[in-house]
């Protein structure tokens, strides 16, 4: 499945957002929220580098590793190098954040792997690590025939698709589930730090939304090199 218009100006959209993303959630966690620590008396400071490294790597550095073949001008061999790496970088930022929200947890005493969202998360790190080996192994190193690598391709990128919705939408649930949290604690719902989680959330779905947006468009006319859109 393609639709027929040019993924660059999706693309642009998706690094706009990508950005405005990234402030949003450093605002929030290190202006509204006391800052980020991996060590503290404070424990919910090392809580906050869990929203942080779960957007800025796995949702939005990984959502640049999806569109790196539909918004890069350079030779396949190139882009998949950089699909690859970019894909890597993501992974090892949501392990670790991951690792932060289980530390706060056993910090604080408080029980790990009770929440829908937490059940969502373990199997998303899970499908995506999944995902970058096989990928590495059919089409970077050792490599698969061209037969497999084509006979994969589809495949790798439904499933990788499946992957990063199902991340985008958990994301989403997080900023919920933390924000209800806070306002069950007191904060003001209408606030502005409510609104602003609310508006993370909000973004982070019109991100994923432009990243397969751009996938589904059309490689630059000037690139023989990209797979074909779904
Ligand atoms: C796709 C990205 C994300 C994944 C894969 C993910 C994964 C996880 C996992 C596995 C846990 C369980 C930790 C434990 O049981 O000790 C967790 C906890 C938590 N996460 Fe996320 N997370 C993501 C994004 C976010 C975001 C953006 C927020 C926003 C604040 C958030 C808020 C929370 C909260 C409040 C907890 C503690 C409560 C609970 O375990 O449900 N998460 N996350």
Redesign the pocket.
């Known amino acids: 499945m393609a639709i027929g218009v040019k993924a660059t100006p999706f693309t642009f959209i998706v690094h706009a957002l990508g950005i405005a993303g990234a402030v949003m959630?450093l605002v929030w966690t290190i202006h509204f929220r006391g800052g980020l620590a991996w060590e503290a008396s404070n424990k919910s400071l090392i809580?906050n580098i869990?929203?942080v490294l779960?957007?800025i790597g796995?949702?939005i550095i990984g959502g640049e590793a999806i569109i790196s073949y539909k918004s890069l001008p350079l030779k396949k061999e190139v882009k998949k190098l950089i699909h690859l790496v970019l894909h890597a970088i993501a992974l090892v930022l949501?392990i670790i954040?991951?690792y932060t929200?289980?530390k706060?947890?056993?910090e604080s005493s408080?029980?790990?792997?009770?929440?829908l969202?937490?059940w969502?998360?373990?199997v998303?790190?899970v499908l995506y690590g999944i995902q970058w080996v096989y990928g590495f192994v059919i089409f970077f190193f050792p490599g698969g025939s061209s037969a497999v690598r084509s006979e994969s391709l589809p495949w790798h990128v439904l499933f990788g698709l499946f992957v990063y919705i199902l991340?985008?939408g958990?994301?989403a649930?997080?900023?919920l589930?933390?924000?209800t949290?806070l306002e069950n604690s007191g904060l003001a719902k209408y606030g502005s730090e409510a609104l602003l989680?609310n508006f993370t959330a909000v973004l982070?779905i019109l991100y994923g939304a432009f990243v397969i947006l751009s996938v589904l468009a059309l490689a630059p006319p000037e690139d023989d090199y990209s797979y074909s859109a779904l």
Not at 110 to 115: D, E, P, V
């Open positions: 959630v809580f869990h929203p779960m957007l796995l949702i949501g954040g991951i929200a289980f706060y947890h056993n408080i029980a790990n792997l009770y929440s969202h937490s969502l998360g373990i998303i790190i991340a985008v958990n994301a649930i997080g900023f589930e933390k924000l949290f989680v982070t």
